[in-house]
């Protein structure tokens, strides 16, 4: 496990057969700039599997205002998969975040803690556990599908996912570069998978580009595999 720090520690774990646990990073906020940032990079995952992370964060300060924001990126320098800073928390909080990762894509999760100028305070993460079995809240996708189309042609990719689907989810396909457009329809296969798809809209040049889902639960967040759209 890396980091680049400006007050944060960090221990790697052994854990029992099955879990791959990393533990813990502790961000002391106080005296920083806005936007300044600390960041904890995870080993990267190569297996052809569903992953699930898991871990406890805490944002806490003594006049109850938030120290900054905690993203979970995958990668990339858009928009990140979760991320939270509405409020401090009281005590300490669970989530989850579901990774689908096909041969030959690999993923790395990076954790990224922005602080606020004059909000004093810890922004913290414990127990980040890599588990060997599907999340138990947060959706994971089937292996999203390359997409192939001629120019001039519409371009669609269609996201399947397991788990329960509710119309508070945001669910969205994200490029490589991070730009994210939201999916426009989505339909309940049975109680335990849902599909989504959303129409790409530029496909006036030749070009090869790389798209994943992204889904946002109450449990979590679920991100896919990328998917290639090639425009011939």
Known sequence: MQNSNWGLNAVLKGTPEGVRRCSFMVVNASGRASGQKAHLYMP??????????????????????????????????????????????????KTELAISTFWPNSYQVIFEAVSVQGRPGFIAIDDIRVLAHPCRKAPHFLRLQNVEVNVGQNATFQCTAGGKWSQHDKLWL?????????????????????????????????????????IRSDGGSGVSNYAELIVK
């Open 44 to 93: 990267t995952l190569k297996e052809n599997d569903t992953h699930c992370i898991d871990f406890l964060y805490s944002l806490s300060s003594r006049d109850g205002a938030s120290p900054g924001t905690l993203n979970v990126n995958g990668g990339t320098q858009g928009n990140p998969v979760w991320n939270t800073s509405a409020t401090v928390t009281e005590g300490w909080v």
């Open 174 to 214: 994200q490029q490589w570069n991070g730009r994210d457009t939201a999916l426009m329809v989505t339909r309940v296969v049975n109680h335990r998978r849902f599909t989504a798809t959303v129409s790409v809209g530029d496909t006036s040049q030749r070009s090869t580009s790389r798209y994943r889902c992204v």
